[in-house]
């Protein structure tokens, strides 16, 4: 029986613009081999960090490029906390998580909510409790739960945390990816270019990569850079460049209305398998991203149904600090047919654990 994994965060490779990165690769070396394979700035390529910020708003100082969305965002953590609050979302990236943990840093939790965060709820948890110095949320198709805040969720987070003392960090690293329905303004846009911002390149071009984006203050902008350099010298200089030529190219853009387009397709489909093969247990269709999370019936348990499928994986949350009714399917890993038969084995399992 060929395994079949939704518990992974990657894509399929059916959806990745793979011939076009690698004449991007090409053609970078060629044409600019001597700095892209020698070291450099800790701040990652300039060419991409100057379009970047172009495309922002921001002055390139304050864009930094990291090895990934996680080591860049253990570098920013670094720099704010050790071992000070911090503030994050229940439930939340666990790997982060893990980070802050790694710190010693005190973690607090922003409660979720039928509408995204219990802001009354974080509004009184705040007022008994001294400030957490970092702050860090994903608006937009949210690892794991798929969620999305609305615009007055993000301006209710924003007037609570957004103040001298906390660092609110925006991950936006699927943001890119909607499927349905219009982009919603982000943290940074709503709070004037002057919350953090940060992505990654994994979603948008290749997990394999691994560039994360960070924009962040002037005062943060050097510490980061420094720390990077003090962590591994210099990035990876040629997955940066072959990011800047590809958006060079203008090939970005129709790059992700095909992968929204495979990114829908695959949904829809897990959707429909759901609902044929575990009509017992709910879910919100998410409107872009690549996780879904399923709630299992009344009385079972994740981590138990797991613990019965035969031939496939899933994230079982309760594993991972979240709850245990609740299980994350990425449905951008895999084609179709393989998430058709996925499904199937997984609602074998619901069935021998009612």
């Given amino acids: 029986m060929e395994p079949i994994s939704f518990a992974g965060e990657g894509l399929d490779p059916d959806l990745l613009p793979l011939a076009e990165l690698a004449d991007c690769a090409q053609a970078v070396v060629a044409d600019d081999g001597g700095r892209i394979l020698s070291y450099g ?7 991409l960090r100057e379009l970047l910020a172009e495309e922002l708003g921001v002055h390139p100082y304050r864009v930094i490029l990291t090895n990934g969305w996680l080591q860049g965002f253990g570098l920013l953590a670094g720099a704010c906390l050790t071992p000070r609050k911090a503030l994050v979302e229940l439930p939340g990236c666990d790997r982060a998580l893990r980070l802050l943990f790694d710190l010693g840093s005190a973690v607090l939790y922003a409660d979720p909510a039928v509408d995204g965060i219990a802001l009354e709820a974080l509004r009184s948890q705040l007022s008994v409790t001294r400030r957490p110095a970092l702050a860090l949320f994903m608006p937009t198709f949210q690892n794991p739960t798929g969620r999305t805040l609305s615009v007055t969720q993000r301006s209710g987070l924003l007037a609570l945390l957004h103040r ?7 991950d936006d690293s699927y943001g890119r990816l909607r499927l349905d329905g219009e982009q919603l303004p982000t943290l940074f ?8 911002y940060s992505s990654s390149f994994s979603y948008l071009a290749a997990p394999g990569l691994r560039v994360g984006v ?5 005062e943060l ?20 460049a072959t990011v800047f030529e590809f958006k060079r190219r203008e090939s970005m ?4 209305e095909r992968l929204c387009a495979g990114l829908r397709l695959r949904r829809d489909v897990m959707v429909e398998a759901l609902e044929r093969e575990l009509p017992d247990a709910s879910w919100v269709v998410p409107a872009g991203g690549i996780f879904l999370q399923v709630r299992v019936p009344p009385g079972m348990n994740a981590q ?15 594993a991972h600090g979240g709850f245990p009714n609740t299980l994350r399917l990425n449905f951008g890993a895999l084609g179709p047919r393989a998430i058709e038969t996925g499904i199937e084995r997984l609602g074998r399992a619901f069935a021998a654990t009612e």
Avoid at 304 to 318: I, K, L
């Fill in 189 to 196: 846009e709503l709070s004037a270019r002057t919350a953090v």
């Fill in 214 to 218: 960070f924009v962040v203050p002037d």
């Fill in 253 to 256: 853009e129709s790059h992700l």
């Fill in 41 to 47: 700035t800790g701040a990652g390529y300039t060419p």
């Fill in 221 to 240: 902008a050097g510490v980061l850079s420094a720390k990077a350099t003090d962590a591994y010298i210099t990035p990876s200089l040629l997955a940066q």
């Fill in 304 to 318: 138990t149904v797991m613990s019965r499928a035969e031939g496939v994986d899933a994230y079982a949350e309760n």
């Fill in 164 to 170: 001298p003392g906390t660092v609110v960090v925006e």
